[in-house]
């Protein structure tokens, strides 16, 4: 159950620094202000030089001052989510359907707009060299499967996209943060891409992907990692 200070364990508790913000806390580190189980990350806390208290490690979610719920995104190392949704055809498909080889997974807003077309385009025009390296394309957005299809049979894109209109994937993998446009904050997805190793570990994250360049900002990567 939840600890108390002194006692040892894991607990939730709010972050001194970061009003709103929980994070985990490990034995005589948990401050007074415990607020529950564990739920989050470990971390520890410590005094700065204005004698302040400050949040080390990340919180495994944060409340964004009523506007919902922000995700920490995944880094390299961790475990990949495991995620089962419908491609464009209705066919369920799981990440685990391909252990063994790396897998491309990049999370865009939403299909035919003019930055996740040019993306998407970007990673068709390069489809072959992927194949070549034995490497799999899966794109997640919220769209729904039927805009899947289109978008892809519009767009000619020979590679898997996934529905999860319920933020399975979305959320598991951090993507889902306040996004600012014209001064105006909302939540959705950031364009993020995440390369997934054989052994289903986060090798690398490829954050504010740029449309235009993704795809052979991945295929740099893959040819540094083969010279070694």
Known sequence: MAGTPGSYGF??????????AFREYEGNEVPHRVRGLLRGYRG??????????????????????????????????????????????????SLTDFKG?????????????????RQACAFRDSFPEFEARGVVVIGISKDSAASHLKF??????????????????????????????????SMGVVRTTFLVDEAGRIEAV???????TNAGEILNYLDKGERG
Request: proline content about 8%; aromatic content about 8%.
């Open 11 to 20: 607990v939730q508790a709010e972050c001194p620094a970061k009003p709103g």
């Open 206 to 212: 490829f954050e504010k992907a740029k449309p235009d």
């Open 101 to 117: 080889k790396k897998v491309v997974v990049y999370f865009y807003p939403k299909d035919s707009t003019p930055g996740c077309t």
């Open 44 to 93: 520890t806390e410590k005094r700065t030089e204005n004698n302040r208290q400050e949040c080390r490690g990340k919180p495994r979610r944060l409340s964004e001052n009523g506007k919902g719920t922000e995700w920490t995104m995944l880094k390299p190392g961790d475990l990949a989510p495991a995620f089962t949704l419908p491609d464009s055809q209705g066919n369920q498909v």
């Open 152 to 185: 892809a049979q519009r767009q000619e894109l020979p590679f898997l996209l996934l529905s999860d209109e319920n933020r399975q994937a979305i959320e598991a993998y951090g993507v889902w943060q306040e996004k600012k446009l014209y001064g105006k904050a």
